[in-house]
């Protein structure tokens, strides 16, 4: 009786446990903005390309003094591409789509932007403010890769998702403040050796 219970105490904590592993797994990322820090938990596993992308990126230095260039109230932010004089910056090659990950544009998620093209995603990244389940990959047609999440510092993505906007020809969510991305902090997990 007593090996029965605790190969079923062992069967019920082996899936927690193995989370926590993975989890353990994930890079932190904290980005210093003019609005303030917004921390995110990156997800190696589920997006790898997307995640080891997004590094490269933050690692480089390449996202310090970007902006949030798109503000739409209660559906995302968007930034990574363009500096404050609206100049966008050369990037790296486009990524492989990975919206097939089961991970969802839910509130508070973070996931790659592109063009209509589902493998055409370079550095620019957005942030949901709600669910946006349209937003994810369905029968016949690609969705928009999620590789993370705001872990920390919800209050100032909803602080950025309040800015006043403005039209351009080529900015339609534009801030009228800049929000700037000042510098990435990448914070690797003790247990991927880096």
Known sequence: MMKHCLLLICLFLSPLLHAET????????ILHTSSGDITLELYRAQAPISVENFLSYANSGFYDGTIFHRVIKRFVIQG??????????????????????????????????RTNDPN???????????????????????????????????????????????????FPDLPLEAVIIESVEVIESVESGQ
């Open 120 to 170: 055409s995603a370079t550095s620019q990244f957005y942030i949901n403010l709600r669910m946006n389940s349209s937003l994810d990959k369905g029968r016949g047609k690609e969705g928009y890769t999620v590789f993370g999440k705001v872990i920390d510092g919800q209050y100032v993505v909803s602080d950025i998702s309040k800015a006043k906007t403005t039209a351009t020809a080529m």
């Open 80 to 113: 990574g591409g363009f500096t404050s004089k609206l100049e966008k910056k050369p990037t790296l090659d486009p990524i492989i789509n990975e919206s097939g990950n089961r991970l969802h544009n839910d509130r508070w998620s973070v996931a790659m932007a």
């Open 22 to 29: 993975q989890a353990a797994n994930n890079p932190i990322v």
